[in-house]
């Protein structure tokens, strides 16, 4: 589980910004199932909503734990020699490309808590380091891998028998010592990696990696790829979306075949049918041919359920599209109830559906807005000053008593 991530000098954000899933009250009890206790006794959110007016940096916060979890997982395998630039977007809004891009996060895995650091450029890491929590207070370090100017690479000390002068000879200036270690079968490291494997996200670089209304029908054949190799992950969502498509018998995937519209070449493919009963008789229909919020569902779900599924994170841009607004508490459900999340998986995720934040608290709620110079800042809800736990939040941040909000 995330207890923070913090991120500097990335898109719209050109100063510190932290999104924080822990629940920071102390001696306040809650029986809310929004909030899991961790066996360190601290208390982290499950879900956390992104919510400010368009471009103000919504999707751009996001975009910077994708791309930091990407960089450590898949840098190594991903960037093909030293002189390929690492693909990090500094603060849009500065001439100084080159500028240092610093992340932050501090997670639990397995139990423990990690705290693991990153800064870097265009051209190579400039800090790279994994502290493990020994005591209430004290973060020790695992490893530190600093650029030294001089020498034109990086210095590394460690304490986890890392065998440094083989990873020396493989670390390149634009990859993660993590996936360079991974690379080189370090147990510890490797382990470590699964954690940031659990990280599942519809955002990439450009934005959301599949839109209905911009990339066809791409985002439909890969989720029934996904769900054709795993049977359960496809029963559960059949059964989420016969939940809330009351005209849902069921779903069949099928093979048949599809042909490349430029060269006519064809190949074969699984394809979704919705299965309709009327008058005891079933009928197919292409999945292609339902309404736009069942097909985004269907694709949705193949995004939640593998985090649900392996006690990871789920970070979703614009989880309502198509959806209606009574389907988006369902999905919160999802995650809150410890019967359809006994790993105490945890969503993070932007939406323009504001009614959905009569179904959070204060502390589960980050509000966005652009300042001058076009810089984005975020803040927690209950950084604000006399917000009270029975307000109408809904109410309230529609008139503008929280800010981030459009001026229209």
């Known amino acids: 589980m995330i207890y923070s991530f913090t991120f500097k000098n990335f898109c719209s954000f050109a100063n510190n910004a932290t999104i924080l899933f822990e629940d920071i009250r102390k001696g306040v009890e809650t029986k809310s199932n929004m909030f899991c ?47 390929e630039p690492i693909p990090v977007d500094n603060f849009a809004f500065s001439d100084d490309k080159e500028s240092v891009s610093e992340f932050e996060l501090v997670f639990n895995h397995k139990d ?15 800090k790279e380091e994994l502290y493990r929590k020994e005591d209430t207070r004290h973060f020790n370090y695992l490893f530190k891998r600093n650029w030294n100017p ?31 270690s991974v690379a080189i079968k370090n147990d510890f490291l490797t382990d470590i990696s699964g954690f940031w494997q659990k990280i599942i996200s519809n955002v990439n670089r450009m934005g959301k990696l599949w839109d209905t209304s911009s990339f066809g029908e791409r985002g439909l054949f890969e989720a029934t790829e996904a769900y054709n190799k795993n049977q359960d992950l496809f029963v559960k ?22 042909r490349n519209p430029k060269t006519g070449e064809a190949k074969k493919v699984f394809l979704p049918y919705g299965v309709h009963k009327v008058n005891d008789k079933q009928y197919k229909l292409p999945l292609a041919f339902e309404s ?40 919160i459900e999802l995650f809150a109830n410890p019967a359809t999340n006994p790993k105490n998986s945890q969503l993070l995720f932007t939406s323009h559906s504001l009614e959905v934040l009569n179904h959070l608290e204060k502390e589960q709620i980050i509000l966005v807005e652009k300042k001058q ?23 309230k941040y529609m008139a503008g008593a929280y800010g981030a909000v459009p001026n229209l």
């Open 237 to 258: 969502a059949v059964q989420f979306l016969k939940d809330i498509d009351l005209g849902l018998e069921g779903i069949s995937i099928e093979e048949g075949e599809a």
């Open 112 to 126: 423990v808590i990690y705290k693991y650091i990153l800064h870097l450029c265009r051209t190579h890491v400039v």
């Open 373 to 395: 110079e076009c810089k984005s800042e975020l803040y927690r809800l209950d950084e604000l000053k006399g917000v009270r736990r029975d307000d109408n939040i809904y109410a």
């Open 292 to 331: 736009s919020g069942t097909k985004n569902m269907f694709v949705l779900l193949h995004f939640l359920l593998p985090a649900i599924e392996q006690g990871g994170l789920a970070v979703i841009d614009e989880l309502e599209i198509d959806l209606h607004p009574h389907a988006l508490p369902q999905i």
């Open 150 to 180: 001089q020498a034109e690479s990086s210095d590394i000390v460690q304490r986890i028998n890392l065998k440094t002068e083989i990873l020396k000879e493989i670390l390149r200036k634009n990859v993660s010592l993590i996936a360079a």
């Open 37 to 83: 206790d961790t066996q360190s006794g601290d208390r982290l959110s499950k879900v956390m909503i992104v919510i400010g007016p368009n471009a103000s940096g919504k999707t751009s916060a996001l975009k910077a734990l994708a791309f930091l979890s990407w960089f450590v997982r898949n840098s190594f395998a991903g960037l093909e020699g030293e002189k």
